[in-house]
């Protein structure tokens, strides 16, 4: 029973297209985040959700929209998908925003 | 935002060697966190740190929190070839920064 879990694991895409990812935490936290890591594996957070009110929205293009339907749930939308979108982008959770983060195992976006 | 620098970048050791990586902050962190992440995976939480001074140790990891909570250490004692992968450290409040990370490889 996986804690946090995303899909899609892999998702190739031709450039212009528009791609979710879905993510889904069963740990009862009330935080969750989008991290992005690129092929440096740097890790950059772009969201941060608590209990589905946006925290912290970085500089990150608006052509990406997080959803939280409920604090469960954080999803992440790309519209318009651009060559320099590709990289692995991680879900996470943490009870408070405090505690030590849970990621899931990631989405590998590859946009040709 | 808060940045978190992290060194070395790489590290190459033969299999029973320490291994040492270094987290530094500009400004005071309230806390501290360790990540574990293996090629190809996901990273995974290992420690938090939270008081000035603080050492925790794991078996052969030990971790430390500097006096004045801006800086903090991951040491591993003898490493083993199940130690390689990439150790994050991240500071910050309810928005944890990641370090860049250092990536270990242990040659056999």
């Known amino acids: 029973d996986t804690a946090v879990s995303q899909t899609p694991k892999y998702l190739v895409t031709q450039m212009g297209n528009d791609k979710s990812i879905k993510c889904e935490q069963n740990?009862?936290?009330?935080?969750m985040y989008w991290y992005k890591q690129d092929s440096k594996k740097f890790l950059k957070i772009m969201f941060s959700?608590?209990?589905?009110?946006?925290?912290i929205n970085e500089t990150v293009p608006n052509r990406f929209s997080p959803k939280s339907p409920d604090k469960a749930h954080l999803n992440l939308h790309i519209n318009s998908l651009e060559l320099g979108d590709s990289a692995v982008y991680f879900c996470a959770s943490s009870p408070d925003g405090y505690y030590g983060y849970t990621f899931g195992s990631g989405t590998r976006l590859t946009v040709v | 935002g808060q940045q978190v620098m992290q060194i070395p970048q790489y590290q190459h050791v033969q299999e029973g060697e320490d291994f040492t990586t270094y987290c530094n902050s500009s400004?005071?962190?309230?806390?501290i966190q360790w990540y574990k992440q293996r090629p190809g995976g996901h990273p995974v939480f290992l420690i938090q740190l939270v008081k000035s001074g603080e050492v925790k140790k794991q078996k052969r990891l030990t971790f430390q929190f500097g006096e004045a909570k801006k800086n903090s250490s991951l040491h591993i004692t003898a490493t083993q070839t199940t130690d390689v992968g990439t150790y994050f450290c991240?500071?910050?409040?309810?928005?944890?920064?990641f370090g860049a990370g250092t990536r270990l490889t242990v040659k056999p």
């Open positions: 400004t005071t962190l309230s806390n």
């Open positions: 991240a500071g910050g409040n309810n928005d944890m920064r």
């Open positions: 740990l009862g936290h009330d935080t």
């Open positions: 959700y608590n209990n589905k009110e946006l925290i």
